[in-house]
């Protein structure tokens, strides 16, 4: 029997583009009722949209690989944002008070338009994540309610190029697919595998994927700096492949023999691995070639870690994703970092139910998405659909969707994390276009019934009014004598 709800999440990976469904109980674990995987490497590089009909193509048949498994009409999906062009740029932004002024919430919101508003050239903020407010002389999470002549908004603006955020609200409009909500992949798998005492006392989230390698910094409590580094598995796999073997075969001898860490002593020298029935490489030759991309990968990582947070890492490096699973690999991470602190992040802190393979495998892989999964609060499922019948039949619209939609929120409403869709900006800046219609005339009206009392203020006084007046004042007392 097809479920009545439940939540969908899509996550557009460089290697596989992913689809899951799930159903959250009353006792918060989440049951996976469905699982789709499509190959994405042809159109979707490193974390970005590079073919738009392709990837509407890819979406459509997950959706309808989920339909046919559920049973169920999907209505609208989350979606994970991520990939290369995503990075971090710090904000400050200042008010000047009325003398000894009480800080209101007003103010605070004030800040956050005026911080939304920035321009980036060819970029797009996608997300805004206070850093603390400096009221005075002194650092508040939270200034209302203190007295104070000046205020400053410190801000880590989360950008991406504006080209890749609109292929990828086009991508969703083209195959036809509600969005119920985009949100920034890198913290909503912060906030399914990191502890609360890791992001208070200080850590860096690393994220492995094949293309690209994501580092979050946390600091009492905050995202403090969030970059994408080009560099992924995939990149071993190709130096491997450069002894003239095929990818495939490549990826095979990484997993089997891969190791991001090996001391001097233990390397044999006369140890070979085989390629295939006739060809075999060196073990020394191999090894070299594996940690030596993988040295690259750990010294940029480390390198997008601010100096400040270098001393200040207590919770120490969390790493996920496909590349954590590497044999070693954190030996290599203390070898090159000098963090003794390392933890490898395989599954997310949620209960999750599911006979899937993948999920029961507990590899770090399917994290980032269930994560999404995780933060859906929306029903996604609409009207039963016949498996017996034609499921390309019928076809998706962009239509409303009563009951399970949110009203249009303004900058101080939109949690962390979220970002808002091409249409819901354009929704949320034709509301803002109608209120500014609205104050200005209203505005106007005032200015008019103004100048209209100042008018009557004027012909009042006027010389020839009180001439008329005196006239009219004269006649009254010789009709009164009279």
């Known amino acids: 029997m097809a479920a009545k709800e439940f939540i969908v999440a899509i996550e557009l990976g460089s290697s596989k583009m992913t689809g899951i469904a799930g159903q959250k109980n009353l006792d918060g674990s989440i049951q996976i009722l469905a699982v789709v995987k499509e190959n994405s490497s042809a159109f979707i590089r490193k974390g970005v949209v590079y073919n738009i009909d392709k ?40 008010k000047d008070l009325p003398n000894e002024s009480i800080i209101t919430q007003d103010m605070v919101i004030e800040l956050m338009d005026a911080n939304r508003n920035m321009e980036y050239p060819d ?101 403090r700096h969030l970059a994408v580094i080009p560099l992924g598995s995939n990149n071993i796999t190709k130096d491997i492949a450069t002894l003239q073997i095929e990818e495939s075969d490549a990826e095979k001898l990484k997993l089997k023999y891969g190791c991001a860490f ?35 990968i750990i010294e940029n990582v480390w ?25 070693n690999i954190e030996k290599a991470f203390v070898n090159h970092t000098h963090v003794e ?8 802190s949620q209960t999750i139910l599911s006979n899937n393979d993948d999920i029961k495998s507990h590899n770090g ?19 039963y659909v016949d498996p017996n019948g034609d499921l390309f039949a019928s076809k998706h619209t962009a239509a409303t969707i009563s009951n399970d939609t949110r009203p249009i929120r303004q900058p101080g409403e939109i949690p962390a994390g979220v970002i808002r869709t091409e249409a819901e900006k354009k929704a949320a800046e034709e509301e803002k276009r109608r209120q500014q219609e609205e104050e200005d005339r209203l505005k106007r009206e005032e200015e008019l019934k103004k100048k209209a009392e100042e008018d009557a203020i004027r012909r009042e006084n006027s010389p020839w009014n009180k001439l008329k007046k005196g006239f009219l004042k004269f006649g009254k007392a010789i009709v009164e004598e009279e």
């Open 55 to 94: 990837t509407a193509q890819c979406l459509t048949n997950i959706i309808r690989k989920l339909e046919n498994q559920l049973k169920t009409e999907i209505r609208q999906v989350y979606v994970g944002v991520g990939g290369q062009s995503i990075r971090s740029v710090k904000n400050v932004i200042a």
């Open 123 to 223: 970029q797009e903020i996608l997300d805004a994540a206070v850093q603390e407010y400096k009221v005075g002389s002194q650092l508040q999470l939270d200034p209302v309610g203190i007295q104070a002549n000046h205020l400053e908004g410190n801000f880590l603006n989360i950008l991406e190029r504006g080209t890749f955020y609109r292929n990828l609200n086009k991508c969703f409009e083209t195959a036809g697919i509600n969005v119920a909500e985009m949100y920034l992949a890198p913290l909503a798998l912060a906030d399914s595998v990191l502890t609360e005492a890791e992001r208070r006392s200080g850590c860096a989230l690393v994220d492995i994927g094949s293309d690209t390698t994501t580092v979050s910094v946390y600091s009492k409590n905050i995202l």
């Open 262 to 296: 090996t001391d001097n002593s233990d390397i044999d020298n006369d140890l070979k691995y085989s390629i295939d029935t006739e060809r075999q490489i060196e073990s020394r030759k191999f090894i070299e070639i594996v940690e030596g991309r993988l040295e690259e």
């Open 303 to 327: 390198y997008q870690i601010p100096s400040e947070y270098y001393d200040k890492l207590l919770g120490g490096i969390i790493l996920t994703g496909g590349g954590s699973n590497m044999k």
């Open 341 to 348: 602190k390392i933890r490898i992040a395989k599954f997310v």
């Open 365 to 383: 892989m399917m994290n980032t998405v269930l994560g999404l999964l995780a933060k859906g609060d929306i029903n996604c499922a609409g009207s």
